[in-house]
């Protein structure tokens, strides 16, 4: 700003020095009307152009014309030949300076240009005054703190009128004398206006109110041999930098809270990862493990089903030795319930032929009729026998009468219960049916009728009861009873077992209950022992057929 206000006017003063007007008024002049002349081009052109004055000097510095000619300060008449602007133009054909006028007591920068004569040297000079108020009006108003100095460090400028005219540091005597001869600035005292050190970029400047300490910037000039000084306020600089700073602050903590959550995102990323390999590789070797595990379960299966398998085989195997045992226990009343018939049927035969030779045909046929019913008994008795020794297994499960099965039971030991005059009574009702597969079913029924027989053998009274009854919906309860000795209560626990038996050598092998405990097991039932008022009670729960 400030080199364009000195500049835009550079050219004026040299236009002029070549006017015609002006080198002939200097030519003549006592010329009153070239004067008028030249003051009203003056006028004019100061107007148009916005300087403060324009005047023409003559070779002795005397005021020949000016722009401010019909002004009550008008500059005509006055002798500027001790105004360095004045002598330097002279001496160089140029000039420039800052000054405070001595007529008008304004400042301004004064441009001269030489007009020459044409015998050579110098005619006069041409003066333009330049106004740089309006600069320092506006470096106010924007609050700016500006001041220029001369070349002798004097401010002949600033944004705080009471900083000007006043050199920042003392002034060497010569340069006090030389400024105070010119008038340069007026009545100024030259005081020092520094307070403290202008060095390392701060200054001070203490005046009154416009006291002023910052940081200072200055520019130097040189073609005009000035200096500017820019002073930025500490405090509002520190506030400024605080902001900057504040900001800087909130930028840097913006972005370190980026980088770190960029960071901890990257270790999450590399620990989610660690953990998810550790993951797979737990998950592979536990997979493997298990897999492991899986084929030795797998074979330990296959060895539990062969041995499931064979125990199974050795059971059926033992049950069928078992119903064996208890065919040869009962072969003499089978023998019996055989031998009878065969016997019978013997006389029957040797009885008919008498007949016939008699002619009695009527008795021979009854004899007949009745030798027939003998051999269906005897056959009867072999079919019933051969399906009882018959081996079998869970495949032969079917619904079972439990009055059929006891009846076949008792038709084994029919000779028996015979001879030892026992009373039977049998009360199961006839659609008490259970699911189960008969012949073991029949075997169950016939170890605890035997083992009943066997515990009446050495009583007076021998009773056997078979009854049935519902147990609950699912299943059905048959009960043997019968008047013998009982179980002594040590026994009880035992009874079960296996080899467990009171009786003598060769009468009991101690298997009966232990295999008819594990067939009803085997039916899904149960088979408990217990004593009655008289004798023992087998309480025998099966599943009902029909459930
Ligand atoms: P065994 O008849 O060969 O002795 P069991 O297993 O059938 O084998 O019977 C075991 C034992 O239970 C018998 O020796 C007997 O002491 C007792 N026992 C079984 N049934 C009765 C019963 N009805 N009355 C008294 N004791 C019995």
Redesign the pocket.
Known sequence: MLRSAVERYQYLPSVLALDTEVRGLLNAVGDPHRVAAVNARFEAIARASSVAAIYLLDRDGLTRSASNWNQALSFIGISYAYRPYFTEAVATGASRYFGVGNTTNRPGLFIGKAVPAPEGGIAGVVVVKVDLEGLQREWRQADEHVLVSDASGVVFLASEPSWKYRPLRPLAPSDTARILAARQYGDSDLRPLLAGDADGGTIKLAQGASAVSGIVERTVMPDLGWTLLYVAETDATLRYALLAALAAGISCLALALALAAAQERRQRLRSERAMRLTLERRVAERTADLSAANTRLRGEIAERERATAALRATQDELIHAGRLAALG?ISMAINHEINQPLAALRTFLSSSSVFLERGDTATVRRNLKRMTEVTQRIGEIIRHLKVFARKTGPEHWEPVRLGVAAAAALDLLAARIRAESVQVSCAIPPDAMVRAEPVRLEQVIL??M???L???RNTPERRLNLTAAREEASSWQLR???S?????EE?MP?????F????AAG??????????SLIVRDFGGSLA?GNGTH??I?TLVLPAAEA
């Open positions: 226990q170890n605890l035997v083992n009943a066997d515990a009446m043997v009873s019968d013998g000795s009982g179980i002594p026994h035992h009874v079960f077992d296996p467990f038996t009171t009786k009468e009991g092998l101690g298997l009966g209950l232990s295999l008819s022992a004798g023992a087998f």
